[in-house]
Each structure stands twice: as C-alpha cells, then as structure tokens.
C-alpha cells in the first residue's frame, strides 16, 4: 500500500512538473510593509467582514516579509481569500508555508485551486483547534468534505501545506508526509488559485508556489 501510493505521488508530481506552463513563488519580499500585495484581488465566502490583507515584518524574522490575513472578526462562516490575479491552472502544484498566529473561534488555513469565484472553488485547509487537514469542494457557497484526517497543527509555529492536483485527483501533504488522497469531479475546468482563512483566523503565509497548466 506504501508503495502505491507513493507511486501515485511520484507520477502526479512528474506530470504536474512536465506541464511547464508556468511556475511562480509569491514571497512578498518586493512588497510594502502595511499594504496589500501587488498581484491579489480579494474576496469572502460567507458572512461578516470582508477579510484584511497586509504585507508584514515575520514575527520571529523582521527581515522577513510575509502575507497576514490580519482580521479578527468573529462570524463563523466567513472565508476570507486571497486570489492570485493573474493565470489559470486545472492541473499543478501548489504549496505555501503558513503560520496560525491567533484566533478563538477558529485558527485554520488553506489552499484554493479551480476558483471560479468567491463561491465556487476546491479547498483544502488545516486546522489548529481540530487538529486535522482536509480537502473539500465549495459550491454555490456551501462547503463539503470529501477526504478528512487528523494531523498534529501546531499553533505559532510554520507549517507546509502542498497540493498536487491531475484531473479529479488531488493529493495533499502536509510537513512533508501525505495526508490526503482524494478524487472529485465537481470541477473540471481550469481556474485561479489562492489562499484562505477561517472566522477570525490571523494567520501568515509566505512562499506561495504556483506551477502548472
């Protein structure tokens, strides 16, 4: 069963990487602390304020710079997104480092692929209080679970989340190991890609990595 899947990973990763068509990394450092990052548009799913997006000092790095989801408003189902503008993918690899920094309804974070709109799109996302991963699709604004599994989500502290997505086959890994295997067909058609938070999540992310076709 190792083997397998292993073997499923390696040629999804082959095929996203032959694709070639385009291949970029968002780290923010071009970008003016207090301000929202050249190359975005925003969004929100759900209720409540819309989300506020800002370039900002790491915490732990000053030197560093990072993009934080810095709204606090407390409405449970609320999504704020951060969309990239530019480019449109079906299959490709996406991977962002990102840190729970606060939150008491909820600290979690995600991955956005095949966005068509603030409604319609792939999700997969960890969560801190929960203590899992998982992958959903979100439709006509409403969020379903298709593949959910638990996994240690340490708050303050920098995770890695990765998706690799080949037709209606998408992979997940999470710190380096995989932690979810899922196929759905809801959405087959290219679309945008981006980076969502939950309710009163603050979170960062730094080193967003698009490449695909």
């Known amino acids: 069963m190792i083997v397998t899947r292993l073997s499923v990973l390696a040629v999804l990763l082959v095929s996203t990487a032959s694709a070639g068509a385009a291949d970029k990394t968002f780290d923010f450092e071009r970008d003016t602390p207090g301000s929202a990052p050249a190359g975005f548009e925003f969004a929100r799913t759900g209720q409540g304020a819309e989300g506020k997006w800002l370039v900002e000092a790491d915490k732990d790095d000053p030197k ?7 709204s ?15 480019g449109s993918f079906t299959d490709l690899t996406l991977s962002v480092r990102a840190r729970p920094v606060s939150g ?16 319609n799109y792939y999700l997969t996302r960890c969560n801190a209080d929960e203590d899992n991963c998982t992958i959903y699709h979100v439709v006509k604004g409403s969020r379903r679970s298709f593949q959910n599994k638990s996994v240690k989500v340490a708050k303050n502290t920098w995770h890695t989340l990765k998706l690799v997505a080949v037709g209606d086959h998408f992979v997940v890994t999470y710190d380096g190991q995989q932690v ?34």
């Open 104 to 119: 008491d309804v909820v600290q979690g974070f995600g991955l956005v692929w095949r966005y068509r709109d603030a409604n």
């Open 72 to 86: 606090a408003d407390p409405t449970d189902y609320r999504f704020p997104l951060a969309i990239v503008k530019d």
């Open 64 to 70: 560093n710079r990072v993009l934080a989801q810095t």
């Open 180 to 213: 979810l295997d899922a196929h759905d067909g809801t959405f087959k058609e290219a679309g945008r890609v981006g980076l969502w938070t939950k309710a009163d999540s603050v979170i960062q992310f730094d080193d967003l990595n698009v490449s695909g076709k």
